[in-house]
């Protein structure tokens, strides 16, 4: 069973590019949370979303609790992005956590 | 702060070994989190501790122990390592509420052969 789904599995893109990972869950859910992995394997949370928008930097975060949908955007992607970009949904004391979406950006 | 720390960092394992490994926390937070990382498959939940004193299975228990020494510091234990056991473990810790941030230890990489 998955209880959260991201797409794409894995994303090239050219530096300055515009990114849009998505991620769909099947569960009730209190928050959803955007977790970066480092080539080096440090995961480090992003952000955390129960409604709306939320902004920080070059990253934009959205979630549609109707539809069970969120979307992590990259804006004037940069190398350093290169990065597994998790999305997790918090349910309870729970949290399950999709795949991973594989980003690589090229100089 | 160090945040979040684990040891060890890498382990290598024969099957029916036992082995425990340690996570500490120093940012005071209630909730601490044990989970596994392999390829092709997302973080899953091991164990978690909401409060000192609790503990509580997650998704993947089978085959281990937990214990929530303080506040500070939840321990996951191997009684008998098994192949299957081999991945990355990683630790976390969130202070629950309205902003349930989840702060995570540089992992721990085991192998059992």
């Known amino acids: 069973k998955n209880e959260v789904e991201q797409s794409p599995q894995n994303l090239t893109a050219q530096e300055g590019e515009f990114i849009t990972i998505n991620c769909s869950y099947s569960?009730?859910?209190?928050?959803l949370h955007w977790l970066q992995q480092h080539p080096g394997g440090g995961i480090v949370s992003l952000f955390m979303l129960s409604s709306g928008k939320k902004k920080h930097g070059r990253l934009i975060a959205t979630i549609n609790i109707q539809e069970k949908h969120s979307s992590l955007h990259i804006t004037a992607s940069h190398p350093r992005d290169s990065a597994v970009y998790i999305c997790?949904?918090?349910?309870?004391?729970?949290?399950?956590f999709g795949t991973g979406t594989s980003l690589t950006v090229i100089p | 702060n160090a945040g979040v720390t684990q040891t060890p960092k890498f382990q290598v394992l024969k099957t029916g070994q036992s082995m425990t490994l340690q996570c500490a926390q120093d940012m005071n937070h209630n909730s601490m989190y044990w989970y596994r990382q392999d390829p092709g498959m997302g973080l899953r939940l091991i164990y978690y501790?909401?409060?000192?004193?609790?503990?509580d299975k997650g998704e993947v228990p089978n085959g281990y122990n937990v214990s929530r020494l303080n506040k500070r510091e939840f321990s996951l234990r191997l009684e008998s390592a098994a192949p299957s056991q081999t991945s990355v473990y990683f630790c976390?810790?969130?202070?629950?509420?309205?902003?349930?941030?989840?702060?995570f230890g540089p992992g721990t990489r085991l192998t059992v052969l």
């Open positions: 569960v009730g859910i209190s928050a």
């Open positions: 997790a949904v918090e349910t309870g004391n729970q949290f399950y």
């Open positions: 976390a810790s969130s202070e629950p509420g309205a902003h349930n941030e989840q702060f």
């Open positions: 501790s909401a409060s000192e004193g609790t503990t």
